[in-house]
């Protein structure tokens, strides 16, 4: 059973950062892709960035030149790069991890508050 870890969650004040990272455990095989995704209280689950194999990178429009994600696919780990934070990025956020025949596995979630 492929299990994820979130970690760097936490308080930090408009223009500040924060560095997520996600690391799997458990499985044999790599990931085809590795994203990130938020929910906001009373909002629905939204992508905020992903990584393929091939390298691509696909970031939300509202955090494009903001967020930087990177991966390790030989540890199983992504990170999450997180600068000029703005209160509307209040929200907990989900590692996932998609493998061959459109498997998913996610992480249970981590808070990012941006408030002064």
């Known amino acids: 059973q492929v299990q994820l870890v979130e970690s760097g969650g936490g308080l930090v004040q408009p223009g500040g950062s924060l560095r997520l990272s996600c690391a799997a455990s458990g499985s044999t095989f790599s990931p085809n892709a590795m994203g990130w995704y938020r929910q906001a209280p009373g909002k629905e689950r939204e992508l905020v960035a992903i990584i393929y194999t091939s390298g691509l990178r696909n970031y939300a429009e509202s955090v494009k030149g903001r967020f930087t994600i990177s991966g390790d696919n030989a540890k199983n780990t992504v990170y999450l790069q997180m600068n000029s934070l703005r209160p509307d990025d209040t929200a907990t956020y989900y590692c996932?991890?998609?493998?061959?025949?459109?498997?998913?596995?996610w992480g249970e979630g981590t808070l990012v508050t941006v408030s002064a």
């Open positions: 996932n991890f998609k493998f061959t025949g459109n498997i998913n596995y």
